[in-house]
């Protein structure tokens, strides 16, 4: 994966930690969550994380890598959490949001861990002088169109549902504007 491919996607998956801690913060307060945004963060996450998981094992040869591969494994718990908790929040489980909350909770803690270990890692090759994205193969990284609409939906949704994330459309940004002057 190339640095920019690295750095795109490093940002949705921050804006999407983002989103997902704000309607975290909504559900401690009792207040109303849409479950199309936590069931659409919970797919844009896991499948963040299997495309990563992917990379990591295409080039496993790397100490760094091999502890990416023991992150993946930490991940999975919480993320299979968050959709056992949706799925018992849409039958009516009022106790699954607590639930839910805490695996996104230890979800984004690990994830935000991860991304530093990403950082050091980036840190110490350029000390070394290597470049990332040029000096081997680069894993294959093309974003399905189906994973970019998903983050798109989400980012929407979290803007028409104020949970403090920009809206990705210029057009949505300006509705938002305007209802908010009216």
């Known amino acids: 994966m190339s640095h920019d491919d690295f750095e795109g996607e490093r940002y949705r998956v921050e804006r999407v930690l983002?989103?997902?801690?704000?309607?975290?913060?909504?559900?401690?307060?009792?207040?109303?969550v849409s479950m199309s945004l936590l069931r659409d963060a919970v797919?844009?996450?896991?499948?963040?994380?299997?495309?990563a998981y992917e990379a990591a094992r295409a080039d496993d040869s790397e100490p760094t890598l091999?502890?990416?591969?023991?992150?993946?494994?930490?991940?999975?718990?919480?993320?299979?959490?968050?959709?056992?908790?949706?799925r018992d929040l849409e039958l009516g489980d009022a106790t699954a949001a607590t639930r839910f909350a805490r695996s996104a909770r230890e979800y984004v803690f690990l994830r935000r861990d991860h991304l530093r270990l990403d950082d050091r890692v980036f840190a110490r090759a350029q000390m070394r002088g290597h470049a990332l994205d040029g000096s081997r193969e680069p894993v294959e990284s093309v974003e399905p169109a189906a994973t970019r609409?998903?983050?798109?939906?989400?980012?929407?949704?979290?803007?028409?549902?104020?949970?403090?994330?920009?809206?990705?459309?210029?057009?949505?940004?300006?509705?938002?504007?305007?209802?908010?002057?009216?």
């Open 66 to 86: 091999s502890a990416c591969l023991e992150y993946f494994s930490a991940v999975r718990r919480p993320l299979a959490a968050m959709q056992e908790a949706l």
């Open 43 to 51: 797919a844009f996450l896991r499948g963040a994380e299997e495309t």
């Open 18 to 32: 983002e989103i997902l801690e704000h309607a975290v913060d909504r559900l401690s307060a009792r207040a109303h």
């Open 149 to 182: 609409r998903l983050y798109d939906r989400l980012v929407e949704a979290a803007a028409m549902l104020d949970t403090g994330a920009q809206s990705a459309s210029p057009t949505a940004r300006a509705r938002r504007r305007f209802s908010k002057s009216s």
